[in-house]
Structures are given as structure tokens and as C-alpha cells.
């Protein structure tokens, strides 16, 4: 009687798991970076094309040249709609016209008591991080949270400022805003620390907010020795 061979079966299934994971690997990321991006797109023309004339849609247009029997989906077109629009804007804000019309606008919206609050946060926020005159995240540290003896990977923001800087002052040692973030990065926390307490690492923020997305997941290459 002839026995089975089933080490070999085990074999060939065990290499066609091993190239499925392999394509995985290699598939996965461009699957959901394409995934991501049209997703973006999408979303800004979702935003965009409302404001523009029926007669000037996309879709319109592309009909009255191709035909009344087109269907297929136009991205895009918001987005450079949007690029276009932003920088027509900001090389308006440029001159004293464009500041005038921006100081009197800012100046309404002063007067709205919900509106100014988030007008002033929005815009806070976006100066920090567009303006190229301030860094902002520009380390990486790893700081005692949430208890003694653990440690969680921060970003050090910009310095304390105004009543806060004066009241942190007041505790003793120089304090340092680090912003804490929490997997998947979807949120997180903002912590005012001792910045003798704090240990600054030397990977860069783009990898240490890759290690903190995916959990702890992907880590940063080791640096190649210097010859």
C-alpha cells in the first residue's frame, strides 16, 4: 500500500501562503495609498463642483463634446478649481487691496461671538503650521506618560506664550508643550512637560509619526554608518 505524501502538500501550501503575504506586502500599500488619494480628490471636488455653474460642470462639458451618452466620472477638476482659486487669493492678500478686504472681513467676523472663536483657532492653527518663519514638531522626544515608568513619543510644538508662559513659569523649571499622539493618530494630547524631563531622540518626525500610526508596527531604518 502506498502511503501519502502529505509533507509535500504542506509544502506547496505553505508557499502559496508565503507569496500571498509577499504580494500583500507589496500590493497593500499601493492599493490603499491610490485608495487614499482618490478619496482626497473626491472629496475636494464633492466640496468644489457645487460652487461651480451647471453649464460648466465637468461632466457637462465633456458631453457637449463627446456626446449626450457619456457616464464615466470626472475627478479632479475640483481640485485644480481649488489650487487655482488659492493662489489667485493669496497673491490678492499680497497687496493692500487684498489686506484691506481681509482686515475688514476679520473685522466682521470679530462682531459673531461663535464664529470668531473658531475663525480665530482655525486660523491659529494654520499659521503655525504653513508659516515657514516658524518651525512647529520639529523633535521628537520621548516623555513619562501616562503614568511613572512609561514612556510615549512626542513632538515638541512651539514655546508657551503670554499668560501660560507666565504661569508655567511660576511652577520653578522651564516648561516645553509636547503634543502626545495616540494610535492611529486620529487624536490626541497636549501635555506641558519640564523639559529637563524630557528625552530627545534622533529619529525624525516623519518616522516616529509612522511608528505611532501603526502601532508600533513599522520602525524606523537604522542610519547607514558615516565612511
Known sequence: MTEPHPPHRRGFLASLRASFLTGLVVVLPIGLTIYFVWAVIGWIDGWILPLIPSYWQPDAVIRRWIGPDYEFPVRGVGVLVFLIVTIIVGWMAKGLIGRSVIRSGENLVERMPVVRSVYGAIKQVAETFFNKKEQSFDKVVLVEFPRPGSWALGFVSTRPRGELAE????????????????????????????????????????????LIVSGGLVYPLPKEPLD
Open 167 to 210: 504661569r508655567l513659569a511660576a511652577l520653578g523649571p522651564d516648561m516645553s508643550a509636547v503634543f502626545v499622539g495616540l494610535t492611529p493618530f486620529t487624536s490626541g494630547m497636549l501635555l506641558f512637560v519640564p523639559t529637563q524631563d524630557l528625552i530627545v531622540m534622533d529619529m525624525g518626525v516623519d518616522d516616529a509619526a509612522k
